[in-house]
């Protein structure tokens, strides 16, 4: 199966830890989206990758969220000093495409719990 | 802030009539469309994308737009149980670098 993976698929975590969570895309596909998704809500975006660069991140990221894709491969997102309403599934997706708007296909998630 | 607006439902149909979704978007510029599917605890799965005025079949799916009216709309012919999950729609944005997401509208097929 060439779909995008997420790693770990479940995560619980005390209030206050850091926790990381990893994405490897479809081969080839050049863009990688991070996206958070809480119970009766759409996915809402977090921050965007074309190849290793980091191009967009969203207003409402805190400062406790960081992400990175070396060498434009896996990505990798950081929650630092994990609080309660960060519990959420996290969702990656890839795409291919140098402009403009293209399909996203997303992984199956991992999915946060913070006590 | 763009938005996306779509019923919740839930939306129930019986096996073998036409579902109907239907989603209407705030930022008049936009210009591409997505229908996902997503089952209860899974990640959404892409459906299809429209980027034209009209229509665009794929099966027994087709996905509707009028930019005029800022509304684009999902259609399930031939309905199975197997249709029976939530169904969000998404706008690209301006760059295209992300997409805005509706609530999504819950389907059940009753068998």
């Known amino acids: 199966d060439t779909g995008v993976s997420q790693d770990p698929r479940h995560k619980i975590t005390k209030r206050g830890q850091n926790v990381t969570f990893r994405c490897d895309p479809i081969?080839?596909?050049?863009?990688l989206y991070w996206y958070r998704q809480t119970l009766g809500q759409g996915p809402e975006f977090l921050t965007y990758?074309?190849?290793?660069?980091?191009?967009?991140k969203s207003r409402l990221l805190s400062d406790r969220f960081s992400a990175e894709r070396p060498k434009g491969s896996f990505s990798t997102l950081e929650i630092q000093r994990t609080e309660q309403g960060d519990s959420a599934m996290y969702l990656c997706?890839?795409?291919?495409?140098?402009?403009?708007?293209?399909?996203?296909?997303f992984g199956p998630g991992t999915r946060l719990t913070v006590t | 802030q763009k938005e996306v607006e779509q019923n919740s439902g839930p939306l129930s149909v019986p096996e073998g009539a036409i579902a109907s979704l239907n989603c209407t978007y705030s930022?008049?510029?936009?210009?591409?469309f997505f229908w996902y599917r997503q089952y209860s605890g899974k990640s959404p799965e892409l459906i299809m994308s429209?980027?034209?005025?009209g229509d665009k079949e794929d099966g027994r799916f087709t996905a509707q737009l009028n930019k005029a009216s800022q509304y684009v709309s999902l259609l399930i012919r031939d309905s199975q149980p197997s249709d029976s999950a939530t169904y969000l729609c998404?706008?690209?944005?301006?760059?295209?670098?992300?997409?805005?997401f509706g609530t999504g509208t819950s389907l059940t097929v009753i068998p």
């Open positions: 429209i980027y034209s005025n």
């Open positions: 997706a890839s795409s291919y495409g140098a402009v403009g708007p293209v399909e996203q296909y």
């Open positions: 930022d008049r510029g936009s210009q591409s």
């Open positions: 998404a706008v690209g944005g301006d760059t295209g670098n992300q997409f805005y």
């Open positions: 081969s080839e596909h050049n863009r």
């Open positions: 990758f074309q190849n290793e660069a980091q191009l967009e």
